[in-house]
């Protein structure tokens, strides 16, 4: 069984928009902060945006404030990356994440991964 599927990745102009979706399963998503994370070609994992539990705080890192939003859905095990006002300097994999045991932006925090998805921002 896979964790975590994402779906919504693709190819768009710069100043677009794409949303991206993650589907989790019950015991990798109840109850533990989720995030988002994207990876380019010779790079660490970056944080992008992450959301509590219980309280569905959102952080969202410093490059894509004002530009991205997280949310969540928990009764349908579900969430979302808003990406807007896109730049080709987002062009990455995007991965979601759940299971968060300590710092949302830290990526051994998390204990299940999506199989992640393409976005490529065109200038």
């Known amino acids: 069984q896979v964790p975590l599927v994402e779906s919504g990745g693709g190819l768009v102009q710069a100043g677009g928009s794409l949303r991206l979706s993650c589907v989790g399963s019950?015991?990798?998503?109840?109850?533990?902060?989720v995030g988002w994370f994207r990876q380019v070609p010779g790079k660490d994992r970056e944080f992008v945006a992450g959301?509590?539990?219980?309280?569905?705080?959102?952080y969202v890192s410093e490059s894509v404030k004002g530009r991205f939003a997280i949310s969540r859905d928990n009764a349908q095990k579900t969430m979302y990356l808003q990406m807007t006002k896109l730049k080709p300097e987002d062009t990455a994999v995007y991965s979601c994440?759940?299971?968060?045991?300590?710092?949302?932006?830290?990526?051994?925090?998390?204990?299940?991964w999506g199989q992640g998805t393409q976005v490529t921002v065109s200038s």
């Open positions: 019950g015991h990798t998503f109840e109850g533990f902060p």
């Open positions: 959301m509590t539990w219980d309280t569905n705080k959102p």
């Open positions: 994440a759940a299971g968060a045991r300590s710092l949302l932006d830290l990526v051994t925090s998390y204990n299940s």
